[in-house]
C-alpha cells in the first residue's frame, strides 16, 4: 500500500495507538486528519461547551506531536462523512484507517462513511476500523450459549478469564513514525472558527491531551493502593480523574489495564473492575442500542413519571434542600465533573425523589459532563434508576441524609460547594432542615440562606415503590 489516512476520533494520542499502528504498518506513508464534525457540533446549544475546548486543546498537541516528527496533523470542519471521503479521493489514498466505535450516532456514521467508500472500490480504496477504545468489543465476551451478558460480575468473570497478556500489550508506533508523511504543517482553525467561545477553555479544571493524561495517570499510581478505601468520598483525593482523557483517548485503555494488574492489590483489583464496567456498558449499547432511549427492563418503560412541576429544575440548579445532592450538582455545574459515588446519588434523588423520567437527568449529565461517554453514562442511570439490565433493585432508594454521612461524614464536600452552610455545625450539615431555631438566628437561617427540603423522603420512598409495584405487575 502507498497512502494510508489516519483518521483521529476518540483517540487523540501517538502512544500504544492501534488504529495509527496498523496505517504506519501498511502504508509507505501516512497522513493524518481530524474533523470536527458539524453532525455532532450543530446539535450542541452551548457556544462554551467545555468538551469542545477539551478536544481543540488536545488536537493542538497532538498536530504539535505530530509536527516534531516532521508530519501534521489536517485539522477540517464539516461533516466527518463527507469530508473524509473527500480527502480521501483528492488525496489518492489506498485506505482510511480509524478506530472504531460503539455508540449509536458513530455507528451510522461509520456506515455512511463505508457506504461511501464502497463506491471508491474501484479504485482501491478502503475504510479499515480496528478495536481501540476497550480490550475487548461486541461479541468477544459472550456467555457460554453464544448471547451478551446482562449481568455484571458473570460478565467480569469470562473478561478476566479471556485476559492474555496479548489483549493488553502495546501497539509499537513510536518505531514506525517515520512512515508519517513529512508535509509544512496545516492550519488548525480557531474554537471561534468552529462556531464557539473562547472562553471555554478558561473553565477547563484539567490539563487535556496525552501530556495531561500521562500527568494524572502518574499521579494516581502513588495512590492507587487506596483506591478501594478512597474512592467513595469525595472529599478525599481518590479518583484518578482520567475519565475525561479517556473518554477522548488521551490514553490507551491498555496502558490502563496494565497499570492496574502491575499495581495489584485491593486497589488495582478495584479500579481494574471500573474499568471493565465501563466494557460492560459498551457492550451492552452495542448489543441494544435501543436503550439509549428506553429501560433495559421493559416492563418499567410504562410508568408514568409524574416529574411534578419545578422539580427537575431545582435539582438541576442544586436547590433541592438536601445539601449532598446540591453539592453534587454545583459540583458538575461550576466543573463539567460530578464524583462517581455523587452520580449515584444525584441520579437515585432526581428519580426515587423527585419522581422525574431518568432520561431528563441523563440528558442534563450528556450536557454538562465534561467525561460524558452515551454508554456509561445510560448504564449508570439505568443503575440508580432500577431500571437497567444489571441495576440497583427497583426497590432500593437512597436516602441522601445517610448517603451523605457516610461518604462525607464532616461535611467537607458539602461545604466545598455550598458555602452557604458553613455556619451550619457537622451535626446538622446534611439535613440543615433540623437545625433548631435558636441555633439558626445566629448565623443561618433555613430557607433564607439555604432552601427547605423540596421533599420529604421517606413520603417520596413510598410514592416510587408504589410506582414501581404498579409497572412491575
Known sequence: MDTALIWFRRDLRLADHAALFHALNAARRTRAVFVFDTDILDSLEDRTDRRVAFIWRGVAELKAALEARGGTLHVLHGSARREITALAARWGVDAVFAARDYEPFAGARDAAVAAVAATLAAQGRRLILVKDQVVFDTDEVLTGGGRPFQVFTPYKRAWLARLTPERYAAYAVEERLDRIQHEAPAPLPSLEALGFRAEALDTLRLIPGEAGARGLLGDFLGRMRGYRQQRDFPALKGPSYLSAHLRFGMVSIRELVRRALETGGAGGETWLSELIWREFYQMLLWHYPHTAEH??????????????????????????????VDAAMRQLNTTG?????????????????????????????????????????????????????????????????????????????????????????????????????????????????????????????????????????
Do not use: C
Open 295 to 324: 429501560a433495559f427492563q421493559a416492563r418499567f418503560d410504562a410508568i408514568l413519571w409524574p416529574d411534578p412541576p419545578g422539580h427537575f429544575e431545582a435539582w438541576a440548579e442544586a436547590r433541592t434542600g438536601y445539601p449532598i
Open 337 to 473: 465533573y460530578m464524583h462517581n459515588r455523587l452520580r449515584m446519588v444525584a441520579a437515585s434523588f432526581l428519580v426515587k425523589d423527585l419522581h422525574v423520567d431518568w432520561r431528563r437527568g441523563e440528558r442534563y449529565f450528556a450536557r454538562q459532563l465534561l467525561d460524558y461517554d452515551q454508554a456509561a453514562n445510560v448504564g449508570g442511570w439505568q443503575w440508580s434508576a432500577g431500571v437497567g439490565s444489571d441495576a440497583q433493585p427497583w426497590f432500593r432508594v437512597f436516602n441522601p441524609v445517610r448517603q451523605s454521612e457516610k461518604f462525607d461524614p464532616d461535611g467537607r464536600f458539602i461545604r466545598r460547594y455550598l458555602p452557604e452552610l458553613a455556619a451550619v455545625p457537622d451535626r446538622y450539615v446534611h439535613a440543615p432542615w433540623l437545625l433548631p431555631a435558636a441555633a439558626q438566628a445566629a448565623g443561618f437561617s433555613l430557607g433564607r440562606d439555604y432552601p427547605a427540603p423540596i421533599v420529604n423522603h421517606a413520603a417520596a420512598r413510598a410514592a416510587t415503590l408504589a410506582l414501581f409495584k404498579a409497572a412491575a405487575g
